[in-house]
């Protein structure tokens, strides 16, 4: 049968662009109709991904998001509008792409992918491109590719900086490419690379590395061109320029089950974490109702305290340490961030000094303060 019988004639309207590359054709857009792509993450780098494997034709495209759009967001994640804050980012990303193109469809897993269902999830799909931005995830997500023989398409972003490259990837020798722990065989210290809610990161530069992203989706589907394999690009929007690193495989180092990646990662240990102390929103405010004496620091930024804030000093947790004898050693404090992961940190950094026991990390943070108001 012929190519052209698998499409519909509004089907071959919307990819003619496509058919009239003479190295593309109606092949590969087959190829992209039948084949099947797991995004994790529909945020900064998801939303561009999410819009050009849906408008370019991929057949199945499955969706690991259980977050909802925050205000914050929408500096970045094309996908999402003001009216959206609030919503699941996992269903609002439905809706668009399907209205975007009808003749794809989209799954949802409206999950945190652990551990426990990484390979269940990522098995089901040809190709993974990974948007995380957390290295749990991301030893995660490469960890369960290898084992799953999956494709990982990665890609990060942080201020004015992206990266891109194929991992896992079967080559004609017969041979995979590097992965993801080739290059980092182990994580940063805990707290030592902000994510981007810490670090901040420029609008535009999810659209420039994720179209770059979906380009290596596509390239790798249809066989078309010359993937990022065993090679890192990194670009810096600042000063528009690039690099590609040459990498390759670690024979050394071999991935033979999951783990527990939030302990891999320092999350769980050798830290203070877990020794933690921590206050309610309900518990703070009948502090405050009682005019109970304690002491309360905003590690945010600047521009956060301005935007929004409920009192006490401000110390950037980036300048915590240098600021400790600002803090009270003779009676409680509450420290408070965004959403409870920075002011944490904070602590932790605080309480290896080993004279702070009277330190309370506010759950939720802001969010959550401005979740029960």
Not at 215 to 242: H, Q, W, Y
Not at 283 to 291: G, N
């Amino acid at each position: 049968m012929s190519k052209i019988n698998s499409f519909s004639k509004n089907e071959l309207i919307r990819y003619s662009r496509h058919f009239n590359i003479p190295e593309f054709g109606l092949e590969a857009q087959e190829k992209l109709k039948k084949s099947s792509v797991l995004v994790v993450g529909a945020g900064g780098l998801g939303s561009p991904v999410l819009l050009y494997l849906a408008a370019a034709g991929v057949g199945r495209i499955g969706i690991v998001e259980f977050d909802v759009v925050d205000e914050s967001n929408l500096q970045r994640q094309v996908l999402y509008t003001t009216e959206d804050v609030g919503k699941s980012k996992a269903q609002l990303a439905k809706k668009r792409l399907m209205a975007l193109n009808p003749f794809i469809k989209i799954i949802l897993h409206e999950t945190k992918l652990t551990s426990e269902n990484a390979l269940e999830i990522i098995s089901q799909y040809d190709v993974v491109a990974d948007g995380t931005d957390n290295f749990p995830t991301r030893y995660l997500v490469n960890d369960a590719c290898v084992l799953a023989g999956k494709v990982n398409i990665f890609a990060s972003i942080f201020r004015f900086e992206g990266q891109v490259a194929v991992f896992n990837f079967l080559q004609e020798d017969g041979k995979l490419s590097a992965n993801y722990r080739d290059m980092f065989p182990t994580p940063p210290p805990p707290g030592m690379v902000p994510n981007c809610a810490e670090g901040g990161v420029l609008g535009v530069l999810p659209g420039i590395i994720g179209s770059m992203q979906a380009s290596e989706v596509i390239k790798v589907l249809t066989g078309i061109g010359e993937p990022l394999v065993n090679r890192f690009f990194m670009f810096d929007a600042a000063s528009f320029t690039m690099r590609t690193l040459k990498i390759r495989r670690n024979e050394e180092i071999s991935i033979s089950q999951l783990i527990d990646y939030e302990d891999f990662c320092g999350m769980t240990q050798n830290n203070e974490i877990d020794k933690i102390k921590t206050i309610t929103i309900l518990e703070l405010k009948e502090w405050m109702a009682e005019k109970v004496d304690f002491q309360l620091i905003d590690v945010r930024e600047e521009f956060e305290h301005e935007i929004f804030n409920i009192g006490g000093e401000l110390i950037p947790s980036g300048e915590i340490l240098e600021n400790a004898e600002r803090i009270n050693r003779a009676k409680k404090v509450v420290i408070y961030c965004r959403s409870g992961a920075r002011s944490a940190t904070a602590i932790a950094q605080l309480q290896e000094l080993g004279s702070f026991d009277n330190l309370y990390n506010l759950e939720g943070g802001m969010l959550a303060w401005e979740a029960e108001s």
